[in-house]
Nanobody, 119 residues
Framework: QVQLVEAGGGLVQPGGSLRLSCAAS????????MGWYRQAPGKQRELVAV???????NYVDSVKGRFTISRDNANNTVYLQMNSLKPEDTAVYYC?????????????WGQGTQVTVSS
């Protein structure tokens, strides 16, 4: 069984910073892509950033230049450094990973962590 455990959400003022982390554990053979999605109230879940095992990254336009995704392959952990946060970044942030376990390749999700940007 594979689990993704997130940490690092919270309340921050506009212009502030937060760092999210997500650790994958369990019967992992390999991990291809790891990423972050977010879902604001009344909106669809959207991809925020993704990083492959080779280090290639992709970001949604609204966070380019403010957010940085990184990955520790040795510890199966992905990070999202969020700077210059705006109220519109408020959402539940979900970790996602495409993982090969003993039963094959599957998509896995974390439980979500709330990020609130407000003065």
């Amino acid at each position: 069984q594979v689990q993704l455990v997130e940490a690092g959400g919270g309340l921050v003022q506009p212009g502030g910073s937060l760092r999210l982390s997500c650790a994958a554990s369990g019967s992992i053979v390999s991990i291809y892509a790891m990423g972050w999605y977010r879902q604001a109230p009344g909106k669809q879940r959207e991809l925020v950033a993704v990083i492959t095992s080779g280090g290639s990254t992709n970001y949604v336009d609204s966070v380019k230049g403010r957010f940085t995704i990184s990955r520790d392959n040795a510890n199966n952990t992905v990070y999202l450094q969020m700077n210059s946060l705006k109220p519109e970044d408020t959402a539940v942030y979900y970790c996602n990973a495409y993982i090969r376990s003993r039963v094959g390749w599957n998509d896995y999700w974390g439980q979500g962590t709330q990020v609130t940007v407000s003065s």
